[in-house]
C-alpha cells in the first residue's frame, strides 16, 4: 500500500524535491502503513495462539488464581483494542515493554540477540554476495568447463543440503575432527566470539552462496552474450575492462536486487543456524518468545524485523535508481 | 587471456588461499576452550535447560543445580536422602507444623554485606506471597506465617503437617533483601546478576542459553574447586553430540533419552545412570465421556502394551511403572518386601491382553469404539511415539486415534489448564522432592494442576491427608500411600506407563558420585571427582 502523494499537486508544476527524494517520502509513508498492519497482525496472531504467558510465569504448578493474578497484573484481561493502544502508545515513546519471562526491557533482549545476529547476518551477506557474484562472473565467463561444472555440482548440493544437516557436518570436521572451532554457544565476547561465529558464518554462507551463484552465473552470463560485449571485444577491449565497465555495470541492478533479497531472507532466517550452534540471537529470541507466549517479545523481534525488511528494501530501491540512470528517467518522467 | 595475466590470476588466489589457511590455523592455534577445560579446573556441562533469570521464583529442577551454588539454601539435600543444616546451625521441630531454623554466625553475601534473618524471611515470602509467581508456590500454600525472633531464628508454621517441606526448604536459595529493595524485579536479569552466600558468583548469563559461575573469593568455607562452572544449553540432538565430541565439554547431564545410545558409542565419557522419579502416564479425564466410564478406561489399560513402549521407544532405558511411585523412592520411604509385594500386585492389574480389553469395551457405554484426538507436547517426541505405538493397539478393539502436536503452550493450556482435549492425554510428570507422596499428591488430589483426569476419590483423599499427617519416621506411613494407590489404581484415572532412567556422561575418569535424579539439589561439585 502506498500514498500517491502527486495528486495534491498540478502535474505542470515543478516539484520542489527531486524525484529520488519524493520516492523515498512516498516509501518512508508506505514504510509507516506496513508496520502498521504488521503490528496489527501480530497482536492478534499472538493472541490468537491457545495459552497465555501466565502459564509460562507461574509454571506448571500454578493455581487458577495465580494464573488469573498473572493475566490482571499484565493487563491480560483489558480489552484487546486497549491493549493494542496501550502497545502502540508506549511504541510511540519508544518503549517496546518488557518481556514477562526475563524481566528486562525488551529493547534490552533484542540489542542483546542483534549482538549476536547481526555480525552473523552481515559477514554472511557480504561472503555469499561477494563470493556467490565472483563464482558466477568466473563460471559464466568459462561456461562448460570443468570449473563451471564443479562450481554448479558444488552450488546443486549447496542448495540441496538443509541449514541443519550442514552446520552438523562442519561442525564434525572443524570442531570434533580438526579441533579448530567452538561448536555450541557464542563465545565471551572478542575474539571468542568471533571465533564461536565462524562455523555459523560458514554454514549460512553455503547454502546461500548456491543462490547467489547460480543468479549471478545467470545474469552475467546474458549480458557476456549481449551485442555491447562482441562490439567491445571487436574493439580489442581488455577482458577486464570490459567486465568492470560493460557486464558489472548492466549486471547492478539485477545484483543489488539479489543482495537485498538474500538480507531480507536472512533477517528471519537465521533460527535454523542459531539452534543448530546454540546462539541466542535474533531468530532464538523469537522462537522461544513464541514457546512461552512473551507477547512483547514477540511483538517487539517482529517489528524489528519488519523494519528491517522495509529499510532494506528501500535502500535497495535507492540504490538502484543511483547506479541505474534508466530507472532515474523513468521515475523523472512519470513525475 | 595472456599467460601473465594467468600468472597474476594464480597468484592473487594464492595469496588468498594462504590467507584463508593462516587465518583458520591462527584460529586453531588460540582455539583453545576445548583444550584447557578440565586442566584450568574449568568445568564445561551441556544442560538441557537455563532460566530466563536467575531471580530464586523461576527456577526450578535441573537450573538449580547452578542457582544453589550461588544462592545456598539454609538446609542441603545429601545424595543419601538427608537434609543438614546449612546457613543454619540447628533446626528444631517442635511439632509436626512448625520449623524454628536458628541462623548461623558471621555469614555474608557476596558483596559482604551479613546475612540476616530478614534476608532469610524475605527469601522466602518472594515464594510463600498470595500473589508469588514462583513456580514453587504451590508449596509454599501451605504455609501459615513466617517469623523471625531475635536476631537468629526463623520459625515458619505451617496449615498442616508436610512432609515435603523440609525438601522445599532446600531447594530454595537464600537472596539478599538489601539487593531486592534496590534493584526489584530486575535481580537475576543479565545486567543484574543474583548475589548469594554460596561458593560461587554469576559471572555470565545469557538468559535460557548459557551461565558461567566463578569462584566467591570471600566464600566462608572450602574454596571452591572448579575455576569456572559453564553450563550452556544445546537445543539441536545432533549439535548436542558433536558438541561433546570436541571436547569443549566435560559432560551432559540430564541427555534426551532418544540420545542414550549416541551417547554410550562416545569414546572418552562414560555415563551414569539412575531411575527418575517420574513417569510417563496415561491420562482419562474422568469428567468427560466416554472417560467418565472406568469400563472405557479400563479398556484402553488393557489395550497398551507397556512394556513394548519401554523396549520400542526407549530401547531398554526405562522400566515399566506398576503405579505413580517408583519402586525404589517407595522402598526407601518403607519396608523394601512389602513394598515389593505390593507393587507385584499393583502390576498384575495392568496386563496387556487384547481380549481382555475388547471385552471391558463391549461393557462399557462405547461397545463399538470410538475415534479420538490425543494432544501432544511437540517438545517431547516421546509422546508422540507413544501415542502412535498404543494406537495400533487400540485400532484393534475399535478405538482410532489421531495424534495432534502442539507446542508446549497450547498443550498445557488444552490439557492441563482448560481441559479442552478429547479426554485422554499422554505426558510425563516428574517429582519435584524425593518424598513419595510428590506425585500422587499432585496428580490425585482435586483442583491440583497434575490432576489432568479431575479425579476426586474422598477416600484417596483422605489417605493421602493421613499420610501427610503423619511423622516421617512414622512405620505405618507407607502403608497408607500404598492404600491410596490400590483404590485409585482401581479407579484407573490414569495409566502408569514406565519410569525413564536419568543419566549424565561425564569425560572418562570424572565421575558424580551417589549420582541420583536429585543430584542438583546438592552441593554436586563436592561429589564430581577426577581421576
Same mark, same amino acid.
Given at each position: 500500500?502506498?500514498?500517491?502523494?502527486?495528486?495534491?499537486?498540478?502535474?505542470?508544476?515543478?516539484?520542489?524535491?527531486?524525484?529520488?527524494?519524493?520516492m523515498i517520502l512516498q516509501r518512508l509513508v508506505a514504510a509507516v502503513v506496513v508496520l502498521f498492519v504488521v503490528t496489527i497482525l501480530i497482536f492478534a496472531f499472538i493472541h490468537a495462539a491457545p495459552g497465555g504467558p501466565e502459564q509460562a510465569i507461574g509454571g506448571r504448578e500454578a493455581t487458577p488464581e495465580l494464573l488469573e493474578s498473572i493475566r490482571e497484573e499484565n493487563h491480560?484481561?483489558?480489552?484487546?483494542?486497549?491493549?493494542?493502544?496501550?502497545?502502540?502508545?508506549?511504541?510511540?515513546?519508544?518503549?517496546?515493554?518488557?518481556?514477562?519471562?526475563?524481566?528486562?526491557?525488551?529493547?534490552?533482549?533484542?540489542?542483546?540477540?542483534?549482538?549476536?545476529?547481526? *555480525?552473523?547476518?552481515?559477514?554472511?551477506?557480504?561472503?555469499?554476495?561477494?563470493?556467490?557474484?565472483?563464482?558466477?562472473?568466473?563460471?559464466?565467463?568459462?561456461?562448460?568447463?570443468?570449473?563451471?561444472?564443479?562450481?554448479?555440482?558444488?552450488?546443486?548440493?549447496?542448495?540441496?543440503?538443509?541449514?541443519?544437516?550442514?552446520?552438523?557436518?562442519?561442525?564434525?570436521?572443524?570442531?570434533?575432527?580438526?579441533?579448530?572451532?567452538?561448536?555450541?554457544?557464542?563465545?565471551?565476547?572478542?575474539?571468542?566470539?568471533?571465533?564461536?561465529?565462524?562455523?555459523?558464518?560458514?554454514?549460512?554462507?553455503?547454502?546461500?552462496?548456491?543462490?547467489?551463484?547460480?543468479? +549471478?552465473?545467470?545474469?552475467?552470463?546474458?549480458?557476456?552474450?549481449?551485442?555491447?560485449?562482441?562490439?567491445?571485444?571487436?574493439?580489442?577491449?581488455?577482458?577486464?575492462?570490459?567486465?568492470?565497465?560493460?557486464?558489472?555495470?548492466?549486471?547492478?541492478?539485477?545484483?543489488?536486487?539479489?543482495?537485498?533479497?538474500?538480507?531480507?531472507?536472512?533477517?528471519?532466517?537465521?533460527?535454523?543456524?542459531?539452534?543448530?550452534?546454540?546462539?541466542?540471537?535474533?531468530?532464538?529470541?523469537?522462537?522461544?518468545?513464541?514457546?512461552?507466549?512473551?507477547?512483547?517479545?514477540?511483538?517487539?523481534?517482529?517489528?524489528?524485523?519488519?523494519?528491517?525488511?522495509?529499510?532494506?528494501?528501500?535502500?535497495?530501491?535507492?540504490?538502484?535508481?543511483?547506479?541505474?540512470?534508466?530507472?532515474?528517467?523513468?521515475?523523472?518522467?512519470?513525475? | 587471456?595472456?599467460?601473465?595475466?594467468?600468472? +597474476?590470476?594464480?597468484?592473487?588466489? +594464492?595469496?588468498?588461499?594462504?590467507?584463508?589457511?593462516?587465518?583458520?590455523?591462527?584460529?586453531?592455534?588460540?582455539?583453545?576452550?576445548?583444550?584447557?577445560?578440565?586442566?584450568?579446573?574449568?568445568?564445561?556441562?551441556?544442560?538441557?535447560?537455563?532460566?530466563?533469570?536467575?531471580?530464586?521464583?523461576?527456577?526450578?529442577?535441573?537450573?538449580?543445580?547452578?542457582?544453589?551454588?550461588?544462592?545456598?539454601?539454609?538446609?542441603?539435600?545429601?545424595?543419601?536422602?538427608?537434609?543438614? *543444616?546449612?546457613?543454619?546451625?540447628?533446626?528444631?521441630?517442635?511439632?509436626?507444623?512448625?520449623?524454628?531454623?536458628?541462623?548461623?554466625?558471621?555469614?555474608?553475601?557476596?558483596?559482604?554485606?551479613?546475612?540476616?534473618? !530478614?534476608?532469610?524471611?524475605?527469601?522466602?515470602?518472594?515464594?510463600?506471597?498470595?500473589?508469588?509467581?514462583?513456580?514453587?508456590?504451590?508449596?509454599?500454600?501451605?504455609?501459615?506465617?513466617?517469623?523471625?525472633?531475635?536476631?537468629?531464628?526463623?520459625?515458619?508454621?505451617?496449615?498442616?503437617?508436610?512432609?515435603?517441606?523440609?525438601?522445599?526448604?532446600?531447594?530454595?536459595?537464600?537472596?539478599?533483601?538489601?539487593?531486592?529493595?534496590?534493584?526489584?524485579?530486575?535481580?537475576?536479569?543479565?545486567?543484574?546478576?543474583?548475589?548469594?552466600?554460596?561458593?560461587?558468583?554469576?559471572?555470565?548469563?545469557?538468559?535460557?542459553?548459557?551461565?558461567?559461575?566463578?569462584?566467591?573469593?570471600?566464600?566462608?568455607?572450602?574454596? *571452591?574447586?572448579?575455576?569456572?562452572?559453564?553450563?550452556?544449553?544445546?537445543?539441536?540432538?545432533?549439535?548436542?553430540?558433536?558438541?561433546?565430541?570436541?571436547?569443549?565439554?566435560?559432560?551432559?547431564?540430564?541427555?534426551?533419552?532418544?540420545?542414550?545410545?549416541?551417547?554410550?558409542?562416545?569414546?572418552?565419557?562414560?555415563?551414569?545412570?539412575?531411575?527418575?522419579?517420574?513417569?510417563?502416564?496415561?491420562?482419562?479425564?474422568?469428567?468427560?465421556?466416554?472417560?467418565?466410564?472406568?469400563?472405557?478406561?479400563?479398556?484402553?489399560?488393557? %489395550?497398551?502394551?507397556?512394556?513394548?513402549?519401554?523396549?520400542?521407544?526407549?530401547?531398554?532405558?526405562?522400566?515399566?511403572?506398576?503405579?505413580?511411585?517408583?519402586?525404589?523412592?517407595?522402598? +526407601?520411604?518403607?519396608?523394601?518386601?512389602?513394598?515389593?509385594?505390593?507393587?507385584?500386585?499393583?502390576?498384575?492389574?495392568?496386563?496387556?491382553?487384547?481380549?481382555?480389553?475388547?471385552?471391558?469395551?463391549?461393557?462399557?457405554?462405547?461397545?463399538?469404539?470410538?475415534?479420538?484426538?490425543?494432544?501432544?507436547?511437540?517438545?517431547?517426541?516421546?509422546?508422540?511415539?507413544?501415542?502412535?505405538?498404543?494406537?495400533?493397539?487400540?485400532?484393534?478393539?475399535?478405538?482410532?486415534?489421531?495424534?495432534?502436536?502442539?507446542?508446549?503452550?497450547?498443550?498445557?493450556?488444552?490439557?492441563?489448564?482448560?481441559?479442552?482435549?478429547?479426554?485422554?492425554?499422554?505426558?510425563?510428570?516428574?517429582?519435584?522432592?524425593?518424598?513419595?507422596?510428590?506425585?500422587?499428591?499432585?496428580?490425585?488430589?482435586?483442583?491440583?494442576?497434575?490432576?489432568?483426569?479431575?479425579?476426586?476419590?474422598?477416600?484417596?483423599? !483422605?489417605?493421602?491427608?493421613?499420610?501427610?499427617?503423619?511423622?516421617?519416621?512414622?512405620?505405618?506411613?507407607?502403608?497408607?500411600?500404598?492404600? %491410596?494407590?490400590?483404590?485409585?489404581?482401581?479407579?484407573?484415572?490414569?495409566?502408569?506407563?514406565?519410569?525413564?532412567?536419568?543419566?549424565?556422561?561425564?569425560?572418562?575418569?570424572?565421575?558424580?558420585?551417589?549420582?541420583?535424579?536429585?543430584?542438583?539439589?546438592?552441593?554436586?561439585?563436592?561429589?564430581?571427582?577426577?581421576?
Open positions: 500500500m502506498s500514498l500517491d502523494i502527486t495528486t495534491t499537486e498540478t502535474t505542470d508544476k515543478p516539484w520542489l524535491i527531486s524525484p529520488l527524494a519524493r491480560l484481561n483489558d480489552p484487546l483494542w486497549q491493549q493494542y493502544t496501550t502497545f502502540v502508545t508506549n511504541l510511540l515513546h519508544g518503549d517496546l515493554g518488557t518481556s514477562y519471562t526475563r524481566r528486562e526491557p525488551v529493547s534490552t533482549s533484542i540489542a542483546t540477540a542483534a549482538g549476536v545476529t547481526l *555480525p552473523l547476518l552481515l559477514a554472511t551477506w557480504v561472503l555469499s554476495t561477494v563470493i556467490g557474484g565472483a563464482l558466477g562472473l568466473y563460471t559464466a565467463r568459462r561456461q562448460g568447463s570443468r570449473a563451471d561444472r564443479a562450481v554448479i555440482g558444488f552450488t546443486v548440493v549447496g542448495a540441496s543440503s538443509p541449514v541443519f544437516a550442514t552446520g552438523v557436518l562442519l561442525s564434525y570436521v572443524f570442531g570434533v575432527k580438526l579441533g579448530w572451532l567452538p561448536t555450541l554457544g557464542s563465545g565471551d565476547g572478542g575474539m571468542d566470539t568471533v571465533k564461536h561465529l565462524i562455523l555459523p558464518v560458514l554454514t549460512t554462507t553455503i547454502v546461500l552462496m548456491a543462490s547467489t551463484t547460480r543468479f +549471478a552465473r545467470v545474469r552475467f552470463g546474458q549480458v557476456l552474450e549481449e551485442d555491447q560485449v562482441t562490439f567491445a571485444r571487436s574493439r580489442g577491449l581488455s577482458s577486464r575492462y570490459i567486465v568492470k565497465t560493460v557486464v558489472l555495470k548492466n549486471s547492478g541492478v539485477q545484483m543489488i536486487t539479489l543482495a537485498g533479497a538474500v538480507l531480507v531472507a536472512m533477517t528471519g532466517g537465521l533460527v535454523v543456524v542459531e539452534q543448530v550452534y546454540g546462539l541466542q540471537g535474533i531468530g532464538t529470541l523469537l522462537i522461544t518468545g513464541i514457546t512461552m507466549r512473551d507477547i512483547p517479545i514477540v511483538q517487539g523481534v517482529t517489528l524489528v524485523i519488519a523494519l528491517m525488511v522495509v529499510v532494506i528494501n528501500l535502500v535497495v530501491d535507492v540504490l538502484c535508481f543511483v547506479i541505474d540512470p534508466r530507472l532515474r528517467k523513468g521515475l523523472e518522467a512519470t513525475s | 587471456m595472456k599467460m601473465s595475466q594467468i600468472l +597474476a590470476t594464480r597468484r592473487r588466489v +594464492a595469496v588468498l588461499v594462504i590467507a584463508l589457511v593462516s587465518t583458520l590455523a591462527l584460529a586453531a592455534c588460540t582455539s583453545s576452550a576445548s583444550d584447557e577445560a578440565a586442566d584450568d579446573g574449568d568445568l564445561n556441562l551441556i544442560v538441557p535447560s537455563a532460566p530466563a533469570s536467575w531471580d530464586t521464583r523461576q527456577t526450578g529442577s535441573l537450573t538449580l543445580a547452578a542457582q544453589l551454588l550461588v544462592n545456598e539454601p539454609l538446609m542441603t539435600y545429601q545424595a543419601d536422602g538427608a537434609v543438614v *543444616p546449612n546457613l543454619a546451625s540447628a533446626v528444631a521441630n517442635p511439632s509436626l507444623t512448625v520449623y524454628e531454623y536458628t541462623l548461623a554466625e558471621g555469614i555474608t553475601f557476596s558483596d559482604g554485606s551479613p546475612l540476616t534473618v !530478614e534476608d532469610v524471611k524475605f527469601s522466602y515470602e518472594l515464594h510463600s506471597a498470595a500473589d508469588s509467581t514462583s513456580y514453587t508456590a504451590a508449596a509454599w500454600s501451605q504455609v501459615e506465617s513466617i517469623e523471625t525472633s531475635g536476631n537468629d531464628k526463623i520459625v515458619i508454621t505451617l496449615k498442616a503437617p508436610d512432609p515435603q517441606f523440609r525438601y522445599t526448604i532446600a531447594k530454595v536459595g537464600i537472596v539478599s533483601k538489601a539487593y531486592y529493595d534496590e534493584h526489584g524485579d530486575a535481580v537475576g536479569t543479565p545486567d543484574v546478576p543474583q548475589i548469594g552466600t554460596g561458593p560461587y558468583l554469576f559471572d555470565r548469563f545469557v538468559p535460557q542459553s548459557e551461565t558461567t559461575l566463578v569462584p566467591n573469593p570471600d566464600y566462608r568455607g572450602e574454596k *571452591p574447586r572448579f575455576k569456572s562452572i559453564t553450563m550452556k544449553v544445546a537445543k539441536d540432538d545432533a549439535a548436542r553430540v558433536v558438541a561433546l565430541q570436541t571436547g569443549e565439554f566435560d559432560g551432559v547431564v540430564s541427555p534426551p533419552l532418544s540420545q542414550i545410545a549416541s551417547f554410550e558409542d562416545l569414546d572418552g565419557f562414560t555415563g551414569q545412570e539412575a531411575p527418575d522419579f517420574g513417569l510417563y502416564r496415561i491420562n482419562f479425564d474422568t469428567k468427560k465421556a466416554p472417560f467418565d466410564d472406568v469400563h472405557v478406561r479400563k479398556a484402553i489399560m488393557h %489395550a497398551t502394551n507397556r512394556q513394548a513402549l519401554v523396549d520400542g521407544i526407549f530401547a531398554g532405558q526405562a522400566t515399566v511403572a506398576p503405579t505413580l511411585v517408583p519402586e525404589s523412592i517407595m522402598a +526407601a520411604a518403607g519396608d523394601p518386601a512389602e513394598v515389593k509385594q505390593a507393587y507385584v500386585e499393583l502390576e498384575s492389574d495392568l496386563a496387556f491382553d487384547l481380549d481382555a480389553a475388547r471385552a471391558e469395551l463391549e461393557q462399557s457405554s462405547r461397545p463399538d469404539g470410538f475415534d479420538l484426538e490425543i494432544p501432544v507436547d511437540q517438545g517431547d517426541p516421546s509422546q508422540s511415539l507413544i501415542a502412535q505405538t498404543i494406537g495400533q493397539d487400540l485400532a484393534e478393539i475399535g478405538i482410532n486415534i489421531t495424534v495432534k502436536a502442539m507446542d508446549q503452550q497450547g498443550h498445557g493450556d488444552a490439557v492441563y489448564f482448560k481441559h479442552t482435549a478429547d479426554g485422554l492425554s499422554i505426558d510425563s510428570w516428574n517429582g519435584g522432592t524425593p518424598d513419595p507422596l510428590n506425585i500422587p499428591k499432585n496428580t490425585l488430589l482435586p483442583g491440583l494442576f497434575g490432576n489432568v483426569a479431575q479425579y476426586d476419590n474422598p477416600e484417596v483423599t !483422605e489417605l493421602l491427608d493421613a499420610y501427610q499427617a503423619l511423622d516421617v519416621e512414622d512405620p505405618t506411613r507407607v502403608p497408607v500411600l500404598l492404600k %491410596a494407590l490400590s483404590i485409585s489404581g482401581d479407579d484407573l484415572p490414569m495409566v502408569p506407563l514406565f519410569t525413564p532412567k536419568v543419566f549424565a556422561f561425564f569425560k572418562d575418569g570424572m565421575e558424580l558420585k551417589n549420582f541420583d535424579t536429585f543430584w542438583y539439589m546438592t552441593r554436586w561439585t563436592d561429589n564430581l571427582t577426577t581421576s
